[in-house]
């Protein structure tokens, strides 16, 4: 448990921010699909630091290599190993983080919890851990894509108070990758970056809300009652470092409606039957409906910052603390890519879970 | 999968609205507790129907029976087996069902699914699924507070648009049940009380918010990085029926502070390491850190109404539906016990798991 | 964990001897599927105590009923719940095991670890908890007979010193259930029935030998490397109450082979690749290669006897102990029907895990 | 699943033979233990090729890097990555396996079960899988060592027909690393050296039995019903290449006395409740009883011969193969660490896992 998420397509990540790398084992992956480093690291790029300057400038290529499960360029339906070394560790910047607990980060709650604990960069609980999500989450996507044409998209809706106008129904990546805060709305996208600069320079950080949509999922995926959809979607991305909130379709607001108003009408369109609205956001009683799966998670604003705060020491004496280091002013644009993952990990999940318990009966 | 939550702690549920009956299995409850079959049926009763004018008439009193796991009223470390029998069934409020898809409800996607459905009041997509977890959540709740002095609490936040004041830090359960929608502000209580009225008399629903908090939590309980005790509670929560966002902490707000305003700055109070504020919802890096933790869940109006809708048939053609049975216009008041059973469980879970994995080492 | 067996066909089961009952909830049986109570009560009355003059005497009809996951004679993917109500408890038979601990039964060692125990009839230790894997079973092995042809007979082959000639490749259900024993070769039958019921006589037990045949398993299920099918099987029916070995293929016999002599050569039978000999018994490297399974178990004599021996009481003080109640004197003919269920249960999730793993890929 | 043992001291192992290397992730090992790589490579230095002159060739070092997961010497509590890089890999040795299936080996099941398969060295099947085991076992073992004072000792009980004396109470490892066949009988073992020697001058193989003793386990580990500890420690070594049966306690041979005479009558030896004899093989009700854990496997001859066999090709034509490659002509010497490490694993798992489910209750 802990670092294991998946039942059939199965990933145990590991590895701290300041140690000999990180990595991932994927266990369940479909044999005889073809597989590369290139396409697992085009993934890794989009969440690596220092890809642009809204991002922490730690220079890390985050460069990936298989050591397992694929061979001759094809899954062997073996474990996949994927480790990335990391490289530019600057243990000195944390030497305060050794005796002091920064507000709102883990060093407290994993001293607590093991009496023991990786003061380098966070230790484990550093976003370098999300490496082994994103490379698996790129192979997660490929057998989806091949086998359902399933697409994922995330971008990011909202930083601060600035809301990004975005159809998630036919947003493309091309748009949501045309700026370097992934916000498909140029215009909202260049504010976002002036207000993530401006948070850099005056040592504080921003929060906001990424969107996501799964499209070309078909009907059937979730298993109730535990492990509906929209449950083990919510559990994957709850997951994420800084996510404090997530809602699917009308979420929170939907709240504010009667039935009358929210529920989604069924019609035939022809081939196949649709809902007129999708305030479901593609999930009911737990399993996709083929509408097109919407979800939102909240990020929090990035709790080191450079600004001085109140804290306690390791002794429990009152101190201050002035974060130093390389963070990132506002973790959305790289939040972007993990949310896709962790969406694509849970669906490959639940397309092998049902392909297993209902492959036949019905529909065979 | 599917029907099993928990891993130390784990129960199984089973059961379909108009069959047998439905019930639960616990695995994992230590041994030596004493339980009895009427603490149990305290919780059962602030779940069933019926149990005031704001909630579905169906008649039931949903009497517990232990079958297993208990001797001389003491838990015997095996299995706890619970059922409770379905009594008053009127299958024939469903004859429609049969042959017609409830817009937003689960008929068409179980049908997507497994290619075959109980339509009688909706299967295992009914609500009565949850007495299986509310009966073994009864449980939970007792380990938690005889060994930890855990207290859980959870209330109605707001209907629609009334929002209630209250402060989850000093709430008690008497406020709670002082009346009979749940809501600890009773002027607001008054006015939410009147809303789902109307809404019953319209044929339509309501929807709102609960929240919930767990008081005397001890720091350490959550296990990172996928087991994290926010995704753990997400995932738990998100999979109750009709919850459709969940958020912790500051949640979606916190996400328009910045994050000198967002950190909760550390301070000794003497006897322990605390924080000043709470915006982490007692949980930092997905490990409790003492404070109290604090969940707000999403649900959204019910989806089977009396008022006419469209749909389709089974055979796909166009089709309008008019609901029958009885159902809760709001299924708020109800869903109170639910959410603090899922947190119960959420708890006791990491509880043992914590004891196993840290058991020895820095406390022992 | 303890009490839930499979992965995708999951079965959990509850009840102590002298409860309330005995049963089992199964998770992950694919929809669609016809089930009658009728077909499992034929399993579970070859189970059941009382069915002949060498099985022990306890009056139990052992009759199943069908709670959930069942509608209009067909499985609705939901967990499907069965429960035996206990009948004949004779509790006052049990009186001295309230004080002493039986010799090499679990009495001191559920005391040991649960600090309780439930000392009547031998409580969740009693061989009434197999009735849940029995019923389950009987599911298993329709579902593998239906999708795969498979066939699974389990017979007695040896009784202390009698061991009986027996091919497993060409056994049938009508030999094996020819006599109350249970072992299809009928001289030497006749003496294991005597030889038990001079055990009986003599106050005391027997053990030996079940051996079990799974026919027309394709190949290419078992998941290397933990979840091999040997290691799958071996832990199924280890978990059985007396069981003390296990073997597959040529198994402790084949050790004393050279590999020239104990490998099995391949040759092309036309239709498809077989092997000449089949000391693998059926599995390679962890996976079924399309020969027959073949496995061994071992039950010790049954551990409850009339017979005076030496124990202590629950103050640790010297007792001596002469068995009551009612017993086998050789549980080999219950535990038949029990081994045959334990490999269907195997056989039934390896086939689903398959599916969901390996469905696509080379073979779709 | 597949690649993955435990549950709350888990590992998954990944690798394949000549790939980029083997090594494993080990979650839920506690926290602040002194773990350093060279007690790690102690134990790997047991397993690893090239060892003695009855042993496989391939000159392998076999050097573990710790990854993560230990932080100044001692464990954080994160998961713990262990690779071993494949060095001497000559993947020109198995060309002829491209296309021909060995007997006996992994070779056709792979290809059923995959439509893939790494035919260079057995791929995943390759015994250097359990580089993983072994590692992580080191770890295991240390746990229990520190906390409970256990002592797990693996011997070669039989090669071929060469049985050697040994008294599982009081063997050493000094004795059992005193020659190079690990068989603390020093006639035997110079015996079984001679045979295995000319086995591998005749190019054949040759099988046997390795006992295992684990002493100091406490009376109290073991879940019951389904997770024995016979169950489990069962399945672990079921699982370990070549194996082909598993016996705990009295095991087969037991079958052959009457209960009277197989009961271990327990007694009060002052300081705690033991068993005269131990023919339980210290294991009642699938719960440790405080007397030695004694198991055997029985190991097959290595099915990989410089003969000349019979078999098929991949196309399905008649084919003969002779064994090219560097194999081990008996692997018993090398199962030891082995067999050791899997009941190392097993007992880690069931101390923490009985350390959650009972750790209050009776005893606290």
């Not at 007129?276 to 910052?305: C, D, H, L, Y």
């Amino acid at each position: 448990m802990g670092n294991t998420f998946g039942r059939l397509f199965r990933i145990t990540t590991w590895g701290e921010s300041h140690g000999g790398g990180v990595g991932v084992v994927i266990d369940g992956c479909p044999p005889d699909l073809e597989v590369t480093s290139s396409e697992i690291q085009t993934e890794l790029d989009r969440r690596r630091p220092g890809q642009s300057r809204i991002t922490t400038q730690r220079r890390e290529e985050d460069r990936v290599e298989i050591l397992s499960g694929v061979f001759e360029g094809r899954t062997l339906g073996t474990p996949i190993s994927l480790i990335v070394r990391n490289r530019d560790a600057r243990s000195r910047d944390y030497e305060e983080m050794r005796v002091k607990y920064r507000p709102s980060h883990a060093d407290f709650t994993y001293q607590a919890k093991y009496g023991i604990r990786d003061w380098q960069g966070g230790g484990r609980a550093s976003a370098r851990e999300t490496i082994g999500r994103v490379a698996a989450g790129a192979i997660a996507r490929k057998i989806l894509h091949q086998s359902l044409g399933v697409e994922i998209l995330a971008f990011v809706r909202r930083v601060r108070n600035l809301t990004a106008e975005v159809d998630p129904d036919v947003v493309s990546r091309d748009r949501i990758e045309s700026n370097i805060v992934r916000c498909p709305d140029s215009d909202i996208a260049g504010q976002m970056i002036e207000q993530i600069e401006q948070a850099r320079k005056d040592g504080d950080s921003l929060g906001g809300v990424v969107e996501a949509v799964a499209r070309n999922v078909p009907p059937g995926l979730g298993e109730p009652v535990f492990d509906k959809l929209e449950a083990d979607l919510g559990k994957a991305i709850l997951s994420l470092p800084a996510c404090k909130g997530f809602e699917v379709g009308s979420g929170f607001a939907g709240t504010k409606l009667t039935g009358s108003s929210h529920n989604d009408p069924f019609y035939n369109d022809g081939e196949r039957i649709r809902t007129r609205t999708n305030r479901s956001g593609g999930i009911q009683g737990g399993i996709s409906n083929g509408e097109n799966i919407v979800v939102r998670a909240a990020f929090k604003p990035t709790a080191t910052i450079l600004k001085t705060q109140e804290t306690v020491d390791i002794h429990g004496n009152p101190a201050t603390l002035s974060g130093r280091g390389r963070h990132d002013p506002c973790v959305l644009p790289r939040a972007v890519p993990m949310v896709e993952s962790m969406i694509a990990l849970v669906l490959a999940d639940h397309y092998l879970l049902h392909r297993g318990r209902c492959g036949t009966g019905h529909d065979g």
